[in-house]
């Protein structure tokens, strides 16, 4: 039998590796979604639409149910659900290795009790 047929062989530093860089990018991200929201934000603020009938139909349908708002709240928290993703696979990858480590063992019990 080959290697492949007897358990799955993760190598938990070349993965925590990855999942580290995964969350500096998240990291990253967080302080650059800061300051566009800031700046998003900002923006909206200065309401370039204007206090004219147009202005105030425009608003009425970007404004509607706080909707800019809404969607750069959810975008600020897009990092930690990022962050979130990395903090699970770290937990996978342990998860995988230790339910592994614990088949082999038991198969390795039943073989030797085979053989008595």
């Not at 080959?2 to 590796?17: F, L, M």
Request: aromatic share 6%.
């Amino acid at each position: 039998m080959s290697r492949d047929e007897h358990g799955i062989e993760i190598y938990k530093p070349v993965a925590y590796e990855g999942i580290n860089q995964w969350a500096t990018m998240a990291g990253d991200m967080e302080r650059e979604v800061a300051r566009l929201a800031a700046e998003v934000r900002a923006c909206l603020a200065t309401a370039p639409w204007g206090d004219g009938l147009e202005g105030k139909a425009f608003w009425q349908k970007h404004g509607r149910d706080d909707g800019p708002y809404k969607l750069v709240l959810r975008f600020v928290d897009l990092p930690n659900q990022l962050r979130d993703v990395g903090d699970r696979a770290r937990k996978v990858v342990d998860n995988v290795r230790t339910t592994d480590t614990g088949m082999g063992q038991e198969m390795l019990a039943r073989a030797q009790i085979k053989e008595v």
